[in-house]
């Protein structure tokens, strides 16, 4: 990023991007709210190593959100015909990957009464994490959205196209969360190599490399009965999540249909006559 960057942060959510002056941002991209305030930065921030491209353009990206708005039966009619207001972003995330070096104890199958004894041992390889960087889009969100694919390009010039969020977690931050991240996926893969269970252990990692990467996202929100919605979409993938109202007319309909099956249940119940002492079953205790 250049000088030319401009930084807001959002008052409502404390949200920062950084996006190109040319394509003028009126709204905050994480929660909608105008309370955007140009942040004074001292130098210019620091742009992507690299980025999953976006693969679904805005059409692709609508679409996907009226296949999702449309596959519930719960979702108002009126909902169908809706429209999301979607806008790409860049979203942090720190692509971490190391030589990982694995001391794990586990249990193996053997011939004892349990069917299994303890073992231990030393397994190197590779593996590489991604650890979301995002304060706008939340973690639950960010898992939701997965996978992102695994391949990427270098950060481009004309990358700046579209506004790039600020990181809100630092290289050493994330190399805390990556660091129980990498030793349970060198866990899952000795585990499932080796027919382990109950696999615990400790790593050492080498050759550790750190990447701040950029994901497609399309985010937005739509308007139902004067409420916003949000949604997001992974621009590589195209698969949506956020909420959605539930139509009240269909949920009173169903109760009602519920209570007076239940009820009608309860009086077939009580209609019944009481079995005769001599037809009990005598239960042994
Ligand atoms: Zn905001």
Redesign the pocket.
Known sequence: MTAAWTVVQ??????AVAYDPNHALVR??????V??RPVPVDAPPEPPNAVVTFAIDADAAQAAFGRWVRRSWWRPKALHAAAASLQPVWIPTWRISAEVELHWAALVAAPTRSGRRPRTGVDSGCAEVLVPASG?VGQGEMSALRPFPATHRPWQQDDRAVPSELPCVSAAGALAIGHDLLLAERLRVVSRERSLSDAGGTAELHDVRTSLDALPLWIGSFRYRDRPWRVVVNGHSGKVVGAAPLDRVKIAIVTAVVLAIALLLARCDRDVPEPSVSGAVTRSR
């Open positions: 959002c008052d409502a959510c404390g949200g905050c991209l994480f929660c909608a709210a309370a955007l706008g």
